[in-house]
């Protein structure tokens, strides 16, 4: 499902987001300190290889809403933009934070002059966040910030799960 605003187009997605050869970018939902872990953090870990961590070490720890860029090492993408999610009923307000990443991590793509970026859905696994609420924050940060864009062309956001796709379809579709 695609949905063009100004010039950007944000596509919505089934599949492995450490697995987006046409994207520029990718965004990690990562931990903290920047390391391997589980979820996305796993997926995009074991493709890029220990260069990516050994990269992003120094950089942590981040705080929720933050993000950082790295390069991609053995990954298809050129960029790995790091974030840290809310961790649901502890780091509040959520959905200030939720937006926070979506919107940084935009704002840093394009400063880079990244025109492609694929996200996967922050905060939504282990940090528990309810997939609804997440994919309404997420869109309307998305929406309210290509206006201030002018290299990205396509967001695409990857879900792994049926279920989520179809939330996050409907979100989109209003
Ligand atoms: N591609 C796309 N989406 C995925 C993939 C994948 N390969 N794997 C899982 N998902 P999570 P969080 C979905 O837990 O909630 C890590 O250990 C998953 O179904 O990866 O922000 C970090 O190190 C869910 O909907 O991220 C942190 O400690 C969504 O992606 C912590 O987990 C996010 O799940 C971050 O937790």
Not at 44 to 50: L, N, S
């Amino acid at each position: 499902m695609k949905k063009t605003i100004a010039n950007t187009t944000i596509e919505i997605i089934r599949g492995d987001i450490a697995s987006q050869p046409d994207m520029q970018a990718i965004v990690n939902a990562a931990n903290a300190h920047l390391l391997n872990g589980g979820g996305v953090a796993g997926a995009i870990h074991r493709a890029a290889g220990p260069g990516l961590e050994k990269e992003c070490k120094p950089m942590g720890p981040i705080r929720p809403g933050e993000a950082v860029i790295s390069g991609g090492h053995n990954l298809p993408n050129k960029y790995v933009i790091h974030c840290l999610g809310p961790v649901y009923g502890q780091d509040k307000p959520e959905d200030k934070l939720l937006a926070d990443c979506y919107r940084n991590a935009l704002l840093l793509a394009d400063k880079k002059e990244i025109e492609s970026i694929a996200f996967p859905a922050i905060s939504t696994g282990i940090f528990g966040y309810p997939a609804e609420d997440a994919a309404h924050v997420a869109l309307k940060t998305i929406i309210d910030t290509i206006p201030n864009l002018t290299n990205i062309r396509t967001i695409r956001v990857v879900l792994f799960g049926q279920d989520d796709f179809e939330i996050w379809k409907k979100a989109l579709a209003g």
